[in-house]
């Protein structure tokens, strides 16, 4: 199966394309949550963010972050909200960053789902814990 932002990096999918440099490319989203929704892919096929090498991060948010700017004046918006899925609601399995204008009572509500807290201090505190035990973990592994 192709993937379609791979169609679209290569210049043979259809699309608004609002930034391009060597590493990435970003273009409009063609189902926007608001006009303006832009998304910014990597060139290189990365299906989630754990895939994109250490070396690509830096350019890839470096754009996310210009992006972020230029999204927000072109919209005359008051900010945005910048977000990346990982597998789960990914509609597309290539790694793209989703730039989304926004303007107070805009409709969305926080992160679009939602809130569910936490019934306890100590469960959060297990959260924290067991969070910090992977970033140790992942730290020795690499």
Known sequence: ????FCE???????????????????????????????????????????????SEIGSLFADARRLAMAVETAMAAEG??????????????????????????DGLRGFFWPRQPYRSTEEMASVADGIRAALALARHES
């Open 8 to 54: 679209i990096a290569q210049g043979r999918g259809n699309a608004q394309v609002v930034l391009e440099n060597p590493k990435n490319l970003a273009f409009l989203d063609a189902r926007p949550v608001f006009p303006g929704h832009t998304l910014l892919i990597p060139k290189a096929h990365y299906a989630t963010m754990a895939d994109l090498p250490e």
């Open 80 to 105: 945005t909200f910048v977000a990346v899925n990982n597998r789960v609601s990914q509609s597309v399995p290539h790694l793209h960053v989703h730039v989304v204008p926004r303007r107070r009572k």
């Open 1 to 4: 199966m192709t993937c379609p």
